[in-house]
């Protein structure tokens, strides 16, 4: 009985030590969609740990700081997921939705005007 138990014990924690990016993102996500944004924000930083190359990750985690109010962090995460890939028209988007609320219009409109 005792090996057993030492054996669920050993499975169940290394399985939650082995969860990959997509499993972090989707958790996220699943965060994002019950407002639990600082929640979100600790899950696509994991990701970003994983793969700094994630680029939704960080548009992701933008999206939860800027409803937090934490504009200049999520326009922090919008740049970084543009610099890693430059046509992602929804990053410039919600860039310049940062922007617009930190009263920098024209920032804002450069970033409109890229989307467009």
Same mark, same amino acid.
């Given at each position: 009985?005792?090996? &057993?138990?030492? @054996?669920? !014990?050993?499975?169940? %924690?290394?399985?939650?030590? *082995?969860? %990959? +990016?997509?499993?972090?993102?989707? /958790? *996220? @996500?699943?965060? %994002? =969609? &019950?407002?639990?944004?600082?929640?979100? !924000? +600790?899950?696509?930083? $994991?990701?970003?740990?994983?793969?700094? =190359?994630?680029?939704?990750?960080?548009?992701? /985690? *933008?999206?939860?700081?800027?409803? &937090?109010?934490?504009? /200049?962090?999520?326009? +922090?995460?919008?740049?970084?997921? @543009?610099?890693?890939?430059? =046509?992602?028209?929804?990053?410039?988007?919600? /860039? *310049? &939705?940062? $922007?617009?609320?930190?009263?920098?219009?024209?920032? +804002?409109?450069?970033?409109?005007?890229?989307?467009?």
């Amino acid at each position: 009985m005792k090996k &057993l138990l030492l @054996i669920i !014990i050993v499975f169940v %924690t290394s399985s939650s030590y *082995g969860q %990959t +990016a997509e499993e972090y993102f989707e /958790r *996220g @996500i699943s965060k %994002t =969609n &019950l407002q639990d944004y600082q929640g979100a !924000i +600790a899950d696509f930083s $994991k990701v970003i740990e994983l793969d700094p =190359n994630y680029i939704s990750a960080y548009a992701c /985690r *933008g999206l939860s700081k800027y409803k &937090l109010e934490d504009y /200049r962090g999520a326009i +922090a995460d919008y740049s970084k997921a @543009i610099q890693l890939d430059p =046509n992602y028209s929804a990053a410039y988007y919600d /860039r *310049g &939705l940062s $922007k617009d609320d930190l009263q920098d219009y024209q920032g +804002a409109i450069e970033d409109y005007s890229k989307v467009i």
